[in-house]
């Protein structure tokens, strides 16, 4: 499609609020410990850290996925849902389902990374596989949702699902003992950075998302949704390869983001390199992405800046070549 050609909701939807992201917060602390917020320092500056890359399933997606799915009523959870996912979210689905007794179908990749494959298969989860660069995946998904009568839990553009990302800065608050000032965040859809607006309504959030898979960063600039070109570069950052944000996730967005800033491969790499020599964290490419820009100097830094480090995901092999 065009640049500049605005994508519209399928369906229609509730408007996430802050209220929900305190609610998906309290249900999730009921079942998981809270992720550590390490504290760091880059050119001097004092960050801290969210290592989401600890969470049951190696990512953030876990939180929006408990909070959709256990919103569902008892005809809802017996009809099964239908996720789309190049992995952390699939993950995130198929540990929620498997916990409630829902089956979970999840649209993936087939060129997703094999580790996030088969853990998605390992909780039970049916996966349907589709070519990124030749098939609509959510047309997929839909035709399996009218089919079988079951939920959409999209990865991004589901109302419970930002609020449910976004219950992870409560945490930050929490741990913090204050709002920060702004929060770094790896984009793909929007429905994290969207999440944590409505969380922190005083923080400045600032995605970032991989060259070339910058659709958010351009919709910011222009003021309209902005789809990924057709031609866009290949990327180590598969859980950022959405092709468009929505405007679920787009309404907040524009109100509270100033801007969105892009970073390449190789800086990537050396955020990577950084989480594993200085925090210890193993981090997959995409959730490296906004660490990625803070230890390139794109953002301001300062005692209460927070970066989220979004997935652990990573094949053993790949991760030991960018050591």
């Given at each position: 499609m065009p640049r500049g050609l605005v994508v519209t909701e399928t369906t229609n939807m509730r408007t996430p609020t802050r209220?929900?992201?305190?609610?998906a917060a309290a249900k999730v602390a009921d079942i998981l410990p809270q992720t550590p917020l390490l504290r760091a320092e880059i050119g001097g500056a004092p960050v801290w850290v969210k290592a989401e890359?600890?969470?049951?399933?190696g990512a953030f997606k876990i939180r929006g996925a408990w909070h959709r799915l256990t919103d569902l009523s008892d005809e809802e959870r017996a009809q099964g849902v239908v996720g789309v996912s190049s992995g952390n979210h699939a993950q995130g689905v198929a540990w929620a389902a498997q916990r409630l007794g829902i089956a979970a179908t999840i649209v993936m990749p087939s060129d997703a990374p094999s580790v996030k494959l088969e853990r998605t298969r390992a909780m039970g989860a049916e996966i349907v596989l589709y070519d990124r660069y030749e098939q609509d995946r959510d047309e997929i998904a839909e035709a399996l949702v009218t089919e079988r009568g079951a939920t959409l839990v999209h990865a991004y553009a589901d109302p419970w699902v930002i609020?449910?990302?976004?219950?992870?800065?409560?945490?930050i608050m929490a741990q913090l003992g204050a709002e920060p000032t702004r929060i770094i965040t790896p984009c793909g859809g929007g429905g994290l950075a969207a999440g944590l607006a409505l969380a922190c309504p005083s923080a400045e959030i600032v995605p970032v998302e991989p060259e070339g898979w910058d659709d958010v960063c351009r919709s910011l600039e222009i003021g309209s949704i902005q789809r990924?070109?057709?031609d866009a570069p290949p990327t180590t950052c598969d859980a950022l390869q959405t092709p468009?944000?929505?405007?679920?996730?787009?309404?907040i967005l524009?109100?509270?983001c100033p801007f969105g800033l892009r970073v390449s491969e190789a800086e990537v790499a050396e955020a990577q390199r950084f989480a594993f020599a200085h925090l210890r964290l193993v981090v997959?490419?995409?959730g490296a992405a906004a660490l990625a820009a803070a230890l390139s100097g794109k953002v301001a830094l300062d005692g209460r800046t927070a970066i989220m480090v979004t997935g652990g995901n990573v094949?053993?092999?790949k991760f030991a070549e960018v050591l």
């Open positions: 209220e929900g992201v305190l609610r890359s600890l969470q049951p399933i609020e449910g990302q976004g219950s992870c800065a409560i945490e990924v070109d057709s468009a944000t929505r405007p679920i996730n787009f309404a524009k109100e509270r997959e490419p995409g094949d053993p092999a």
